[in-house]
């Protein structure tokens, strides 16, 4: 069965400040999905990033990067010079692709609050 | 830019009473979800759907559960007799295929029973 663990419940930084968010996963695929996602104070879920597991290559999207570890079954997200808008909880989120035809579904962490104080 | 509307965002009904949450996914899109979040916990999947049938459910979708598709591009959840812990924040999803490129989110309809 998959699962996905986010160790940290709750992080506080000041603005500007770096910031990871670890995320670590099981699977028993060797085809797997690894999302992330935020979840402001309104409540909606914001797709941030997906990545396969064949794709190791970190991703960086302005203040984002992501840094895939495969042999370590992590999957983390830092935010550089953090902004008191990346105030959110954020979920990380694994989809397994078994064959068969149906669709897959996404299994999510129990995610980071994360608060950026000014 | 396509986005997966639902209705309504809040809604509060008594134990016992039957509720339809409603989505409309974005149109070209062939794989629809519901995930369930009780506050302050994490997503939880409840129900996938694929070619007007269910594809997979959790445990927590028992026979209280139902969706529909029942016009080609609105897709519900109806909880037939709602329970106080079926209080939860519901979130329809869908994607163009099915390996959830990107699975596109609602903004969630916040369910309170009473």
């Known amino acids: 069965a998959q699962k996905v663990t986010q160790a940290q419940t709750e992080i506080s930084v000041v603005e500007k400040e770096d910031v990871t968010l670890d995320c670590v996963y099981e699977?028993?695929?060797?085809?797997?999905?690894l999302f992330w996602y935020k979840q402001p104070p309104s409540g909606e879920l914001v797709f941030l990033i997906r990545?396969?597991?064949?794709?190791?290559q970190n991703e960086i999207s302005g203040r984002y990067s992501w840094n895939f570890q495969k042999s370590t079954s992590s999957f983390n997200f830092t935010i550089t010079a953090s902004q008191v808008v990346d105030s959110a909880v954020y979920f990380c989120?694994?989809?397994?692709?078994?064959?068969?035809?149906?669709?897959?579904?996404?299994?999510f962490g129990k995610g980071t609050l994360l608060t950026v104080n000014p | 830019e396509p986005e997966v509307t639902q209705t309504p965002s809040h809604q509060v009904t008594q134990m016992g009473q039957e509720v339809i949450l409603r989505c409309v996914p974005i149109?070209?899109?062939?794989?629809f979800y519901w995930y369930r979040q009780i506050l302050g916990q994490k997503v939880e999947f409840l129900v996938s759907?694929?070619?007007?049938?269910?594809?997979?459910k959790s445990e927590i979708f028992d026979d209280q559960f139902s969706v529909e598709r029942p016009d080609g591009s609105n897709f519900t959840l109806k909880i037939r007799s709602t329970k106080l812990e079926d209080s939860a924040m519901y979130f329809c999803?869908?994607?163009?295929?099915?390996?959830?490129?990107?699975?596109?989110f609602g903004q969630g309809t916040r369910l309170t029973v009473v």
């Open positions: 999803a869908s994607s163009l295929d099915r390996l959830n490129t990107e699975a596109f």
């Open positions: 699977t028993r695929d060797t085809t797997y999905y």
């Open positions: 990545r396969n597991s064949f794709d190791e």
């Open positions: 989120a694994l989809s397994e692709a078994r064959s068969g035809g149906s669709n897959y579904k996404l299994t």
């Open positions: 149109s070209n899109h062939l794989y």
């Open positions: 759907f694929y070619n007007n049938e269910i594809s997979e």
